[in-house]
Structures are given as structure tokens and as C-alpha cells.
């Protein structure tokens, strides 16, 4: 790996969670992404759908739960594979008990069926406009998405807030592109 880059991606990282928590609430009361995501999902159906559970100040995603729910579609939430530092995703229900993983994310607990979702919402540190994000740096996202993209299309939607995009995101030849940027602002298709 470039150190030039990683290095570059620890500050971008850094100085994007700083100004999170400290914007995060202001812009949470203008969070209409649960409207601008109805498009997308008119236009895929009923399918299901992989999210997740906010974690230190992330954008929320209660009320796209809530809007998945009243039309219908099944959610996955992502949970951590301890032993091959993968991503998989299992079938949620609202009442259904959530376990933290080792880095205090709530998951579904290991007897959750696990799903095989159409599209997922990605949650992110930073994006830019050509499609790529900046998350925690554990990669578990892109790859995920590289053996998804590999054995079939899956449908991509990083989800952050607008303050979050980064004009000159340094890019590594694992950084997997997204298809859609959705804020609490817009809804937005990469080309």
C-alpha cells in the first residue's frame, strides 16, 4: 500500500469524524433522506435491502428503516465474521434482539438467517461525486463488495452527510465504487 495514501486517508479520516461530531445533530433535524431514497427504491421493487445501525454520530437510519418496513421490503443488517474479517448480512426485524460485535456495532445475533441483499446502504466517513468513500479503514465494505461485484451486481448507496464529501479522495486499487450517494440532502446516481 502507499504510505503517501494512507497516511493522506488517516488525516482526511480524522479531520471528516471531528467535523461529523461536531455537525452531526444540526444536520440530523434536516435528515429527509428516508423521501429521496423512495425514487431508487420504486424504480429496484420489492427486494432486500442490506442496512445498518448508526455508530459515533454516522447519519441515521431510522426512518429509511422505518419507510423499508411500511412498504414491505426485508432488511439485513452487516455482521463481522471474526474468523475471515468479512462481511455477511442477516435478516432483521424490528423487534429482533441485536448483539455488539467487537467494535460496538449492534448486528443480529449468529442464529439470524443470513441474507443475500439486492442492494445495501453503505455508511461512510467521506465520499466523492466520481462514487468513492472514505470509511473506517478496515476495508470490510469493499471487500464485500468486490466478491459481491465478482459473483453478480449488487446495488450501492454510500449514505453520509453532505459535509462529508471530499473533492480529492486519494483512491487504492481495493477502493470499490459505488452506484448511488445518498445524504440528507439528495439522492445522487454515479456515472
Not at 6 to 18: G, P, T
Not at 78 to 99: A, G, S
Not at 151 to 172: A, H, R
Not at 185 to 190: D, N, P, V
Request: charged share 25%; glycine share 6%; hydrophobic share 35%.
Amino acid at each position: 500500500m502507499n504510505t503517501s495514501h494512507k497516511s493522506e486517508k488517516q488525516n482526511i479520516r480524522k479531520f471528516l469524524i471531528d467535523r461529523r461530531n461536531e455537525l452531526s445533530s444540526e444536520y440530523e433535524l434536516k435528515n429527509n433522506s428516508h423521501i429521496h431514497i423512495k425514487t431508487l427504491l420504486e424504480d429496484i421493487g420489492k427486494c432486500k435491502i442490506g442496512s445498518y445501525f448508526p455508530f459515533r454520530n454516522e447519519i441515521s437510519t431510522k426512518l429509511i428503516h422505518e419507510l423499508l418496513f411500511s412498504l414491505e421490503f426485508e432488511i439485513s443488517l452487516p455482521c463481522v465474521n471474526d474468523e475471515d474479517q468479512n462481511l455477511i448480512f442477516r435478516n432483521w426485524k424490528t423487534n429482533d434482539d441485536l448483539v455488539k460485535n467487537k467494535y460496538s456495532i449492534l448486528q443480529p445475533k449468529d442464529d439470524a438467517i443470513e441474507d443475500y441483499p439486492v442492494m445495501i446502504i453503505v455508511p461512510l466517513v467521506g465520499f466523492s461525486m466520481s462514487g468513492y468513500r472514505l470509511g473506517y479503514g478496515g476495508g470490510y465494505y469493499d471487500r464485500f463488495m468486490d466478491a459481491k461485484n465478482k459473483s453478480g451486481k449488487i446495488i450501492t448507496v454510500g449514505f453520509g452527510y453532505t459535509f462529508q464529501e471530499v473533492n480529492d479522495l486519494p483512491i487504492e486499487s481495493h477502493d470499490q465504487k459505488l452506484n448511488w450517494i445518498l445524504t440528507e440532502k439528495y439522492l445522487y446516481k454515479i456515472a
